[in-house]
């Protein structure tokens, strides 16, 4: 099970394109109501949530991806829970992934202390002990981080090939990403 955080002001590309990747490739892909079961993007599109923050099973959970934007990440970034479910995660060795401002919340965490990581510019201060690389998105382990909308769709191919790296392929290919 891969779990996507959304809180109100959530990048909507950011969430958006991994979900689809993620789901092309046959994954089950929950979205988490963090602001709410209706959670706005920051360009105003409306999401209905698939469960409430309350219902994350850790158990179940694989990987667990936090969209960026503004105010998106700040919002996730104040709430304890999110906050205790991604370190959860870290700590028990499963897949953790932020794109945009979010990897601040990863930063904040201790989670990218000797990591390659990357974020939108004017965050990087917030990545604490990561080393900072410029790319569209960098995995580090069981650590996904992607620089922003433009990365978006080459995040969620690095989050499926954690995966299947011949299926983040395939899907690649089928949706002409690379001709």
């Given amino acids: 099970m891969v779990y996507i ?14 979900w689809d990747v993620l789901i092309r490739g046959g994954l089950e892909v929950k979205t988490v109501g963090v602001t ?8 105003g599109m409306v ?9 994350v099973m850790m158990d179940e959970g694989d ?18 829970r999110v906050r205790e479910i991604i ?7 499963k897949y953790v ?30 990545l604490e002990g990561a080393q900072l690389v410029r790319e569209h998105s960098v995995r580090d382990g069981k650590v996904i981080t ?6 978006a769709l080459e995040f969620g191919f690095n989050l499926l090939a954690c995966f299947d790296e ?8 089928s949706m002409q990403y690379e001709l």
């Fill in 5 to 18: 955080f959304l809180a109100d002001g959530f990048e909507e590309t950011e969430m958006i394109a991994p």
């Fill in 36 to 43: 709410g079961e209706y959670v706005k993007g920051a360009h």
């Fill in 47 to 55: 999401m209905k949530s698939d469960i409430s923050l309350n219902e």
């Fill in 63 to 80: 990987m667990f991806i936090l969209p960026g934007g503004m105010p998106g990440t700040s919002n996730l970034d104040e709430c304890d």
């Fill in 87 to 93: 370190l959860n995660a870290y700590n028990s060795g």
């Fill in 97 to 126: 992934a932020a794109i945009c401002a979010a990897p601040m919340i990863l930063g904040k965490l201790g989670i990218l202390k000797g990591r390659k990581a990357t974020c939108f510019p004017g965050f990087e201060e917030y």
């Fill in 146 to 151: 992607a620089i922003g909308a433009g990365g």
């Fill in 166 to 173: 011949e299926k983040a392929s395939d899907v690649r290919k």
